[in-house]
């Protein structure tokens, strides 16, 4: 089974500021996906950024990218120039290419993100 | 281009009670999943609808039970409520394409079962 792990229940960032919000998992599957999602207060699921593990580099969306270490199994996301629109709690995901994990995103616990003006 | 939309947005049932949520897929989207979502925590995965069939699911007992359309909208049936039951119901749909599924969500059901 994979598990997914936030292990920063909080964090904080003043506006304009750069924070890093780290995620590991364990699978023992050799190719998957990663996400991470942003769901701010009205709940709904956005996606932030995705990262296929079979690519070495690494995914960037604007102020959005991620230090994907495979062998480390470690996805982190650093949030560049920080707005206060990026407050919201942040869930890193995975999900299997194949086999029995296929099609079923696995969340971590989630990180709330409050961005300070 | 229509995201993912769900019905209704709040629902309150008593316990014992049958409930049923809605969902209707992006544009082009053909595969619809379902997710139970506790205060606090991170969504679970209850399963997956594809040609109108469960693909996949979830650790939830079979009084969670689902189906999908035709025109690849989706419903999940939840039976003989219990006071647990009470979540946000998130969907997702995305392309079966083979090897990759990028999940995009929907507003969300909130239940409360009393």
């Known amino acids: 089974a994979q598990t997914v792990t936030q292990s920063q229940p909080e964090m904080s960032v003043q506006e304009a500021e750069t924070v890093t919000l780290s995620c590991t998992y364990d699978?023992?599957?050799?190719?998957?996906?990663l996400f991470w999602y942003k769901q701010p207060p009205s709940r709904q699921m956005i996606l932030v950024i995705r990262?296929?593990?079979?690519?070495?580099q690494n995914a960037t969306e604007n102020r959005f990218s991620v230090n994907f270490q495979k062998a480390a199994k470690s996805f982190s996301l650093k949030i560049s120039d920080s707005q206060l629109g990026d407050a919201a709690m942040y869930f890193c995901a995975f999900i299997g290419a194949g086999g029995t994990s296929y099609g079923k995103l696995t969340f971590g616990q989630g990180t709330i993100l409050t961005v300070h003006p | 281009d229509a995201g993912v939309t769900q019905s209704p947005t709040h629902l309150i049932k008593t316990r014992g009670q049958q409930v049923t949520l809605r969902c209707s897929p992006k544009s082009g989207h053909d595969t619809v999943s379902w997710y139970q979502q506790a205060l606090g925590q991170g969504p679970q995965f209850i399963f997956q609808y594809y040609e109108e069939e469960e693909r996949q699911r979830g650790n939830f007992p079979d009084r969670f039970s689902g189906h999908q359309f035709p025109n690849y909208s989706s419903e999940l049936n939840v039976n003989a409520l219990l006071l647990g039951d009470s979540a946000l119901y998130l969907c997702?749909?995305?392309?079966?394409?083979?090897?990759?599924?990028?999940?995009?969500f929907g507003p969300g059901t909130r239940l409360l079962v009393l």
């Open positions: 699978t023992s599957e050799s190719d998957y996906y």
């Open positions: 997702a749909s995305s392309l079966w394409q083979g090897f990759q599924e990028t999940q995009y």
């Open positions: 990262q296929e593990a079979y690519k070495q």
